[in-house]
């Protein structure tokens, strides 16, 4: 079993900036791969960036590529998500995702087995 702690949500203006954290525990040696994903009222939940464990790999939603930036700290069992360039539109809540398997590609939530509780990421005009 992973367990995943986020943190590092909050309000803030648009143009300005958030970095958030999320901490694996538990199994993190079986890792193969951490992403964010997000879900905003009345809409689906979905990508938002991905890194693979062992190579650093990134991927992107093109929706924040160039704005977001997503990394990681193999030691520390850490991925975070430099937020910056904030939008209103990336108001939602974030969640931070782990994959012991590679069945699925890195944007489809399916291929995550653990979850966080989610963080609020609110972005004013």
């Known amino acids: 079993q992973v367990q995943l702690v986020e943190s590092g949500g909050g309000l803030v203006q648009a143009g300005g900036s958030l970095r958030l954290s999320c901490a694996a525990s538990?199994?993190?040696?079986?890792?193969?791969?951490m992403g964010w994903f997000r879900q905003a009222p009345g809409k689906e939940r979905e990508f938002v960036a991905a890194i693979s464990w062992s190579g650093g790999n990134t991927y992107y939603a093109e929706s924040v590529k160039g704005r977001f930036t997503i990394s990681r700290d193999s030691a520390e069992n850490t991925v975070y998500l430099q937020m910056n360039s904030l939008k209103p539109e990336d108001t939602a809540v974030y969640y931070c995702?782990?994959?012991?398997?590679?069945?699925?590609?890195?944007?489809?939530?399916?291929?995550?087995?653990?979850w966080g509780q989610g963080t609020q990421v609110t972005v004013s005009s």
């Open positions: 995702a782990a994959d012991d398997s590679g069945s699925y590609p890195y944007t489809d939530q399916k291929k995550y087995r653990y």
């Open positions: 538990g199994r993190t040696f079986s890792l193969y791969a």
